[in-house]
Structure formats: C-alpha cells, structure tokens
C-alpha cells in the first residue's frame, strides 16, 4: 500500500494563498494509480476537490479557477497551490491516492479504497 505523508498547511489571510505537498512512498508508479486532493471541514463530508490520472483530471467547481494540482514524478509528490483563499475554504485537507486510471472512479471510491495521508489543516482568516 502507498504511504502518503501531506505539509504545507498553516493560517493564511482571506485573499491569500497556499501549497500543500503530498510526498509518495517509493514503489508508487502516476501512470497506475489516481491521486488528489479531498477536504473535510467540521461537520461536513469529506469532500473530493481535485484528481489527476492517466486519463485526466477532475476540478471541482468551489476551487476551479483558484486551486490547481500539479505532480513532480520525480520526486514521487503532487502539489496543490490554493489562491484567493476564501472564508469557506479551512478544512483538514487530505492527499488520497487509489489504483485506477480514471478521476470519476478515484472520486467514488477513493473514501472506502484509497490510500491516505494524515491530513493537513488549512486555516483562513478573514
């Protein structure tokens, strides 16, 4: 099973902006697996907001525009960079990643199959 360890969280300002990392486990191969970002806020689902794969990627529409993922296979690490943070926008932030060649299955699936990291809070001030 991949490892995923996520940094960057903090405090920003309303406006401001961030990049989380998630770092891989080595063994862990972007052509074979999904991987993105998912976000919890205190009583609220978690919820899936970003995803690349082999196939594509997936934005969800609260952060499109704003937020953007990226991948380094090199380094084994995917990035998200959120600008124009919002006041609706602190969460516990979570990389997940699952086998599977398509966003649409890593969103459905990833909760129950993936493999996650510890999450990383995100906090805004306004």
């Known amino acids: 099973e991949v490892q995923l360890v996520e940094s960057g969280g903090g405090l920003v300002q309303a406006g401001g902006s961030l990049r989380l990392s998630c770092a891989a486990s080595s063994g862990f191969t972007f052509d074979d697996y999904a991987i993105g970002w998912f976000r919890q806020a205190p009583g609220k689902e978690r919820e899936g907001i970003l995803c690349?794969?082999?196939?594509?990627?997936y934005y969800a529409d609260s952060v499109k525009g704003r937020f953007t993922i990226s991948s380094d296979n090199a380094r084994n690490s995917v990035y998200l960079q959120m600008n124009s943070l919002k006041p609706e926008d602190p969460a516990v932030y979570y990389c997940?990643?699952?086998?599977?060649?398509?966003?649409?299955?890593?969103?459905?699936?990833?909760?129950?199959?993936?493999?996650w990291g510890q999450g990383t809070q995100v906090t805004v001030s306004s």
């Open positions: 690349i794969s082999s196939s594509g990627s």
């Open positions: 997940a990643a699952l086998k599977s060649f398509t966003c649409s299955w890593y969103l459905q699936s990833a909760v129950d199959l993936g493999s």
